[in-house]
């Protein structure tokens, strides 16, 4: 790859990012991809490349929009804490209080903390669900209402994959006096005021051209990637019985992920996984929340809530779904002994499958944020994005005098 396929910008004492990204071409596979980096609430560093389609040998533009997967679920969950910030919701009321069809099935205690934290036992939903159920929030909101636990919320934690971002969009509809989704509620209240572009539900009007296509991974190559992978966690995936299974294949949709190249998948809300945008976006909205939320008016006590270590529930932190040890708190994965990121358990934000991170880092009014088209199958730290993190650490580091 030759460097004049990569472009963008790194600010003096970040040019070790752009080696770095120009390395992931030369050396890790890197198809297309872009990074982008806030410092104390400027931009360092806003890097893009290769080719947005691989097949049409077509480049990766400045413009270029990409789907994320569960990076998604960080900028959804920024909508859940401006709700807390505007005084819409408490994190300690019990879910059924704003939303009492929700009491359904032994779930009448549960908490929009332990929702959002992946401890109310609902990462599968058992209700084979179809395109049109995406298309009427009440249909949708009747059948995740109506889902049985797999274990007492709090007890124990495991990864709400697919089904976080519909609890949490039927939660903002249901607090939002304008009764909007979490889409519309994301782009009027955050994306609108912090100049974004990022889609939950990407809009007609938005020409194909823009949007980078994706090469996925396949499930059955788990068991040839177990050096990359969780061992316990591959096993599952290809068993189709198993909970961890059922977590990521429903809708049937990601039984192939080269269905998330269709426009049909990605033009619906799916708040945990379809968010298409600008990763510069990303970063920006991280950047909000690592440096004081004062344009979105976040509240000290919203913040104070994210960034405290993650409560581990009794059960311990090994997840139910993923089959390893993580932490979250209020929808966003908290650093841990195998999952570590920013400079302290103060840092949060989420990885996404196939190797895309965003997270914020408010010890060092840091945010960032990457993603590319060829998916690999690192659940955290793909050797690409890893890369350009730890990059961007040593140059804050130098910057500032420390020791790397």
Not at 39 to 62: A, F, M, N, S, T
Not at 319 to 331: C, K, M, P, Q, V
Request: proline share 6%; hydrophobic share 40%.
């Amino acid at each position: 790859m030759k460097m004049e396929n990569i472009k963008g910008t790194v600010a003096p004492g970040f040019e070790r990012v752009a080696e770095a990204f120009q390395a992931n071409f030369a050396r890790r596979g890197e198809i297309g991809a872009a990074c982008c980096a806030y410092y104390r609430g400027q931009k360092v560093v806003d890097l893009w490349g290769g080719l947005r389609d691989h097949k049409r040998k077509l480049p990766w533009e400045e413009d270029t929009l990409i789907l994320v997967f569960s990076t998604t679920k960080g900028i959804a969950s920024m909508s859940i804490a401006l709700a807390h910030s505007m005084g819409l919701l408490d994190f300690d009321e019990r879910v059924s209080h704003y939303w009492p069809e929700f009491a359904q099935n032994g779930k009448e205690k549960i908490t929009v903390r332990q929702l959002i934290s992946h401890q109310a036992g609902l990462p599968v939903i058992d209700q084979k669900l179809k395109y049109e159920d995406f298309q009427d929030p009440e249909r949708l909101a009747g059948i995740i209402a109506a889902q049985k636990p797999l274990w007492e919320a709090g007890t124990r934690h495991g990864y709400h994959g697919i089904s976080l971002g519909w609890y949490e969009s039927e939660l903002i509809r249901r607090v939002d006096p304008k009764q909007r989704r979490i889409g519309a509620f994301f782009a009027d209240e955050i994306a609108a005021k912090l100049d974004l572009e990022f889609y939950i539900g990407l809009p007609a009007e938005i020409p194909d051209s823009r949007i980078a296509q994706l090469k996925p991974l396949k499930i059955w190559k788990m068991l040839f990637n177990m050096d990359k992978l969780p061992r316990e966690f591959a096993m599952q995936m290809i068993r189709p019985w198993t909970q961890t299974a059922k977590t990521f294949s429903n809708p049937a949709v990601f039984r192939n992920l080269h269905n998330l190249n269709l426009r049909k998948w990605q033009n619906f809300e799916l708040p945990a996984a379809n968010g298409v945008g600008l990763v510069r976006s990303i970063a920006k909205a991280y950047s909000e929340f690592a440096t004081g939320g004062k344009v979105l008016g976040l509240k000290d006590e919203t913040l104070a809530a994210l960034y405290p270590p993650a409560q581990i529930p009794p059960a311990g932190a090994k997840d139910e779904i993923l089959r390893f040890d993580t932490a979250f708190s209020l929808g966003y994965c908290k650093p841990a002994p195998g999952m570590q990121f920013g400079s302290s358990t103060n840092a949060f934000g989420t990885p996404g499958a196939g190797g895309s991170f965003a997270f914020a880092d408010p010890d060092k009014e840091l945010s960032f944020a990457y993603a590319m088209n060829r998916m690999g199958y690192y659940l955290i730290d793909d050797p690409r994005e890893k890369a350009l993190r730890d990059a961007v650490y040593e140059s804050v580091s130098q910057l500032v005098g420390e020791v790397v």
